[in-house]
């Protein structure tokens, strides 16, 4: 359904929200139709309730309707497939995430590569890794996790969504840096992986502040680090991995949108333009920090800096976790 549809008649009386768009994009008229975003995970998640409340502002910047189409299913390569093979014109887009830098090394026959078959338009958001354990772990602080650990090798054991998920690769790059062994379970989805960390049935889990507050509050888990750069206003207490021994160490889920390679570059800028507007947007922004999401936008030489940098990032740490898809 569309998220949101405005006339541009009213972005023009709402105070010229037009600026966003260039002179190159105003003369070809772009978007005259409306925008087709895939969102190659299911719906309700965090990825997809983000993508639908930026896009929903995105809608009324540039006065066109935008279409939410959900297309999960191995571990977003359904969805980012279709986008990779749709016409590049600017209506069809992916609003993807990490998995969009794994998968390629993960399953070399997932159907596109992210530097060749997308142009990247804008990161929106992003949410840092949240190191949890249950209140029934032998351990309550980062350290005397590392402590632990290193003397019972093997006998610790973490929860992930799956296979190649975001935290179950940032966690093998930290155990490895740590010199650390604690065995992967593997579950069919990031719910019954919290679930079973709670119940104390794993010992550890990378997650994220908008899904662990609650039971974070309550008193149920504890929050050992955060794999951010800072420290979380809404965690002052809780130090950073980086700061844990592990400069430099970060573990960020984030979320932004690409186009099929050869979209016109007027429609990357004015889509750019019109994405680093919605994350900035006042209501937005205190939308997201509710849900414990950092808002971003920014452009698309910075995302495509961020690809670039992540792809020989995690295909190093498959190679050596020796970790192979389902």
Known sequence: MPIATITRRGLLAAGGS??????????ADYPNQPIRLIVPF???????VT?????????ELLGSAVIIDSAPGAGGNVGTQRVARATPDGYTLLFTAPNHTINPSLTPNSGFEPERD???ISLVAQIAELLIAPRSAPFATFAEFVAYARANPGKLTYSSAGIGSHPHVTMELMLRRLGLEVLHVPYRGAAPAFTDLVAGR???????LATSAASLAEGSIRALAIASRERSPKLPD????AEMGLPGFEGIL???????TGTPPEAIATLSRALMAAARDPEVMARLDRAGVEPVGNTPEDFRALIAREIPLWRQVIRDANIRAE
Request: aromatic share 4%; net charge positive.
């Open 51 to 59: 993508a639908r409340l930026v896009m929903g502002k995105v809608a």
């Open 254 to 260: 984030w979320m932004g949108v690409v186009a099929p």
């Open 238 to 241: 809780v130090p950073t991995i």
């Open 18 to 27: 037009l600026g966003l768009l260039s002179s190159r994009a105003r003369a």
């Open 202 to 208: 794993v010992q550890l889990k990378l997650d994220s």
């Open 42 to 48: 299911p719906p309700g998640g965090t990825v997809d």
């Open 118 to 120: 997308f142009a990247p």
